[in-house]
C-alpha cells in the first residue's frame, strides 16, 4: 500500500498544515480545528473529534452550520485529552458546548477528562455519543455500539437546531434523537494501512467481503457478490434493526470508506433507492460520496435516519463547511 | 537497593521495547482492532522519554512529566489508560527520590485501580488491567530488583497463557466476540514487552 | 481489484440511473445526462462528454454554471456519435453549443461527426479541445495534447461567461483561453481495472510511481518517494512548461485519481503551496479533492491555472452543480 | 463464387472471435493506451451479431443496420473507426445482393481512405489503418474464398511483423514512444485475428 507522505509521524500535522491552507475559512491551533470567524457569542456551541484518517470527518464539517472546532488524534486514535480541551474552549461561546462524537473508547475517556477540566472554567458541557454501526453491538446492547459515517447527519441537525438559537439542553436532544433514529452498515473490500505500519490492517481473499467495518477486520466474512445482492442484504439488516420512532421519510447516506469510486456508489445507490421504496420510504436529500472514509481502504458504508418534520427542517437549513453545503 | 529517579535509563528502554515490539503489536491489534496498538506506543514513548527532566530527584516529578507528555501526546484507549498510570504513579510518589521494590505491587495495584475506573473495565475483560493486575499480585512479596523481575517476567507469560483462550469482553476486540479466543490482546501484549525490557 | 457492480455491460446505465436517482437536478436521456431545467432560451450552450470511469467527471459538472449536458460512453471510451447528436441538441437553448471536451481520438471523432449531424437543425456549434496533460506532448507539440483533471477550470470558467450572456463566439473564446492557461501533470501509484478485463490495466512494483497518467501506464517510470519530493517534481515540470500569458494569480486543483485519499492531497496541497508561494504566485479558490478520476486508480494530479482579472471573476461567480458548488 | 449477404454467419463469427481475443487486446492496449480494446470489441460485435437484419438481401442494407448498431454502440477510437468502415462498405454495396472476391481489395482500400480521412492517421502510423491498408493490397488480384483467405492470412502475419519493432505515432499510444518498439498494436492485432476467424 503506496502513500503519499513524508514520514509517519509528520503525517497528521502535514495534512491539517495543508487543510487549513486550503480552507481558509479554517483555523488551526495545533491539533484543534476551529472556525476561522469563531463561535457567535451565545451560540451552543458544537465540538467533536476523533483519530485521524477519516477524512473529510471530522474537520471538513467545521463551519457555519455543523461543528464549531474539533480535535485530530493520531491516524485511528482518538485526540489527547489536551486537544479535547482546546476544542471545547474554543467552540464555546458561552452558551455551553456540546460534545458530539463517536463512542469509542480513547475518545470517550478523553473528552469525559477534557469536560472534567473545563469545569473549572465554568463551560458547562453535555455528550452525546455516535452509535449508528449496527455490527457493532445488538439492538439491546445498542449503547455499546459505535459511531460511524451516520454522525454527519447528528451533525448537520443539531447544528442548524444551535444555528437557530436553541439552548444547551435542546441541542443535546436534539443531537441524541438525531443518533437514535440513524443506523449504519458498512462493508470492506479491502483494508487499509496505518502510516509506519509494516503491512495493512488485515487481509481479504480476492474474492471475499467483509460486513461491519471501519479500518478494522469486519464481523462477517463473505464472498463478493453482484451489488445488488450485497445491497439487498445490507439494507435487509438496516430495516431489521429497531427504531423507537420510525418515519416514512428518511434520508440516506451511501459512503465510500476511501478507495471505492462514484460509479460504484451510485451503482449500490440505485438499488438501495428501489429497495426502500418498495418498503413505502421516501428519500430525502440523499447523499452519495465520499463523507467518512478510513484512508485507502475500499467499500462502503450505508447510513438511513429516519426524519420527523423537524428533523427534515434542519437537514435542509443552510449551511457552508469544506465539505458539505446546503 | 530502591528505584530512583534515575529513570532515563527505562524510559530509553521502554522506548526501544516499544520500537521493536512496533509491528507484533500493529498485527496483533489487526486482528481484534485497528491495527495501531503498535505505532502508538512506540511514538508515545518516544515522547515520554524525550520528556524527562534531566536532573531531576523527585519521582513524582519524573513521572508528571511523563503524564505531560502522554496527555498531551495521544488519545488512543491504552495512551489514555497509559496516562492514567502516569497521574498516579505522580501523585503516588510526590516527594520522593526512592520507593522500595516491596512498594512496587501496591503501587501497580493503584495504577490498575484508577484505569478500572477511568476505562470501565472489568477484571477478566482481557485488557491491560488484567495484566497489570497479575503483576502487581506477583510483586506484592518482592524485595530486590532480582526477585521484583523475575516474579513479572513470571506472571505476564502466565496471565498471556491464561488469558489467550477466553474472548475479548471491551472495545473493539468485545465486537469480534469468539474470534478472539487463541489470540493475545495487544494491550496486554503491550504491556508484557515493555515490562520485560524494563526490568532486563 | 474488486469492484461492487453487478454486470460489467450493465455498469454504466445503472451508474447513471443512480446518479439521476440521487441527483433530480440531472435528468438521463439514454447515455446523454442534462439540466433538469433546460437551457435557458437565448443561452449558449456547453456539452461535454467522453468515457466513463472518470466521475465526477464529467456528470457532475452539468448544473447552474459549468454544463448544460454530457454524453457518456463506455468505461474508458469516447461517446457514440448518436450521443453526442443528442448531447448537443439537449444543450442548445438557441444560441449555439460549445463542445467543450478532452482531446482524446474517439471522443473528436465523434464531436465532430455529430456537429456535421446538427448542422442540419441549424444549431451552430464550436469546439474547444481540453490540452492540459503536460505529459502527453512535448510544448511545442501542444495540440498533440489531451485533456486531464484541468478541463474543469474551463467548463466553470466557460460556464460562468455563457451564464453571463455573452455569445457564442465570445464563450468559445474563454473557453480556449482558459485551456491555454491551464496545465495539468499526473502521478500513479496504482492502476485500475477496466470492468470485464481479466486484470488491472497495468502494473506498478510495491516502490514504483509514475508521472503523466490517465488510466493509463505512465510516462516516466519512477521510484516512490516522499511526499515532497514529489510534489516538487511536479510542480517543477508545471512551471517549467511555457505558457503564453502568465499572471501572478492562480488557481490550484489537487486531484485524487480515485483512490488517494484526502489526507494525502492535503500533504501535497501544503507543500505546492509552499512552493508557489516562494515563486511570488498568489494561489486564489484552491480545489482539493475528488474532482476526475479513474475509478479505482490510487495517485494523484496538479493542475494550474493563470488567472486573468475575467478568469478570476468568472471562477468565482457562483454556480451549482453536484460537484462543484460556488 | 461472391459474397452474399448471408452474413448472420460472419457476424457470429466475430462476435465469437472478439470474445475470445478480448483478454489478449485488453492486455496489448494496457501496455499503450487504456486497456480497453478487447471489452470495446466484444460488446461492439454482440450488438453487430444482434442488428443483422434476418432474410435481408441488400448487402447495403445489412453493412447499414450494422453501421447504425456501431454508431449508438461506441465511441471508442477503434470502434468509431469500425463505423466508418460500415458506413463506407454500406454506401458501397447499396442495392447488390452479392459482391465478387476480386472486389474485396478495392473496397478495404475505400475504407482505409475513410478511416484515414476521419481519423487523421497516416500509413505507417501503426495502426489498424497500416493492417487495412496491408490487406487491401494483398486481395487486388483474388478470385476464390480461398486465395482470399490465404492472401489476408499471409498479410496479417507479415504486416505485424513488419510493424513490430516500429514506434507507435497516433493516439495514446503515441505518448508511449520508444516504449511501444517490440509490441503490437492493439488495433492491428484486432484487426488480424477478427480476419482470420471470419475467413476461416
Ligand atoms: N476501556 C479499557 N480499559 C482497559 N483497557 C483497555 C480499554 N480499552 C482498550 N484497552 C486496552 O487497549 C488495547 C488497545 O489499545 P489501542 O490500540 O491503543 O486502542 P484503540 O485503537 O482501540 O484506541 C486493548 O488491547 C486493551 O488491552
Ligand atoms: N486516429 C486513428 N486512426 C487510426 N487508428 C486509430 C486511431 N486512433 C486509434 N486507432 C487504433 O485504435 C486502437 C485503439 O483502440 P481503442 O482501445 O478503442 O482506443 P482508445 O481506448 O484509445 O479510444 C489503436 O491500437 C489503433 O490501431
Ligand atoms: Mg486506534
Ligand atoms: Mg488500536
Ligand atoms: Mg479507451
Ligand atoms: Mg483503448
Known amino acids: 500500500m503506496k502513500k503519499l507522505m513524508n514520514s509517519p509521524d509528520a503525517l497528521v500535522d502535514e495534512m491539517l498544515a495543508g487543510l487549513v491552507a486550503a480552507h481558509p475559512s479554517l483555523l488551526q491551533e495545533e491539533r484543534v480545528i476551529r472556525r476561522a470567524g469563531g463561535t457567535k457569542r451565545g451560540k451552543v456551541g458544537i465540538v467533536s473529534g476523533g483519530g485521524s484518517g477519516h477524512l473529510p470527518l471530522f474537520i471538513g464539517y467545521v463551519g457555519d452550520g455543523p461543528l464549531d472546532a474539533c480535535a485530530i488524534g493520531d491516524v485511528f486514535a482518538g485526540p489527547s485529552v489536551d486537544s479535547c480541551i482546546q476544542a471545547i474552549r474554543a467552540a464555546n461561546g458561552g452558551a455551553g458546548v456540546l460534545r458530539l462524537y463517536g463512542n469509542y473508547g480513547g475518545d470517550r475517556m478523553n473528552f469525559d477528562l477534557a469536560g472534567e477540566m473545563v469545569d473549572v472554567d465554568h463551560i458547562q458541557t453535555t455528550t452525546v455519543l455516535g452509535t449508528d454501526d449496527i455490527a457493532s453491538a445488538a439492538p439491546d446492547d445498542s449503547v455499546k455500539r459505535r459511531g460511524v459515517a451516520g454522525i454527519i447527519y447528528a451533525y448537520k441537525i443539531a447544528g442548524a437546531k444551535a444555528d437557530a438559537g436553541a439552548g444547551l439542553a435542546e441541542v443535546t436532544a436534539t443531537a441524541q434523537a438525531a443518533v437514535n433514529a440513524c443506523r449504519t452498515i458498512g462493508l470492506a473490500l479491502s483494508p487499509c494501512q496505518i502510516p509506519g505500519a509494516a503491512k495493512p490492517t488485515f487481509e481479504l481473499g480476492a474474492d471475499e467481503i467483509e460486513m461491519g467495518i471501519h479500518g478494522e477486520p469486519g464481523i462477517w466474512r463473505d464472498k463478493l457478490r453482484p451489488a445488488d445482492d450485497v445491497a439487498d442484504e445490507m439494507v435487509r439488516r438496516l430495516l431489521a434493526d429497531p427504531v423507537a420512532h420510525k418515519s416514512e421519510r428518511v434520508s440516506v447516506l451511501v459512503n465510500s470508506l476511501g478507495a471505492t469510486p462514484l460509479e460504484e456508489l451510485f451503482i449500490v445507490y440505485r438499488r438501495v433507492a428501489a429497495l426502500l421504496k418498495r418498503e413505502g420510504l421516501t428519500i430525502v436529500r440523499p447523499l452519495v460520496g465520499h463523507y467518512v472514509t478510513s484512508m485507502e481502504m475500499a467499500g462502503l458504508s450505508i447510513s438511513m435516519i429516519h426524519l420527523d418534520a423537524e428533523r427534515e427542517r434542519l437537514l435542509a437549513a443552510p449551511c457552508a463547511c469544506p465539505f458539505w453545503r446546503v | ?200
Open chain 2, 1 to 200: 537497593m530502591a528505584i530512583t529517579a534515575n529513570e532515563e535509563r527505562h524510559a530509553a528502554r521502554a522506548r526501544e521495547a516499544a520500537t521493536l515490539a512496533q509491528d507484533e503489536l500493529n498485527t496483533a491489534d489487526g486482528k481484534m482492532g485497528d491495527g495501531d496498538t503498535g505505532v502508538m506506543l512506540r511514538r508515545l514513548f518516544g515522547a515520554v522519554a524525550a520528556a524527562i527532566p534531566d536532573q531531576e530527584t523527585d519521582l513524582g516529578s519524573v513521572f508528571q512529566a511523563c503524564a505531560k507528555a502522554c496527555a498531551s501526546g495521544t488519545g488512543s484507549s491504552l495512551g489514555t489508560l497509559v496516562t492514567v498510570a502516569m497521574m498516579t504513579l505522580a501523585k503516588a510518589t510526590k516527594g520522593r527520590s526512592q520507593i522500595g521494590w516491596d512498594e512496587l505491587g501496591p503501587l501497580l495495584a493503584l495504577v490498575r485501580d484508577q484505569m478500572m475506573a477511568r476505562g470501565g473495565a472489568k477484571l477478566g475483560d482481557k485488557t491491560v488491567v488484567d495484566m497489570i493486575d497479575a503483576v502487581a499480585n506477583a510483586l506484592v512479596d518482592v524485595r530486590t530488583r532480582k526477585e521484583a523481575s523475575e516474579a513479572a517476567r513470571k506472571a505476564v507469560i502466565e496471565t498471556l497463557d491464561a488469558f489467550r483462550d477466553r474472548p475479548n469482553r471491551l472495545g473493539r476486540a468485545r465486537m469480534f466476540g469468539e474470534r478472539t479466543v487463541g489470540l493475545d490482546d495487544p494491550g496486554m501484549l503491550a504491556f508484557s514487552r515493555l515490562l520485560v525490557a524494563v526490568a532486563a
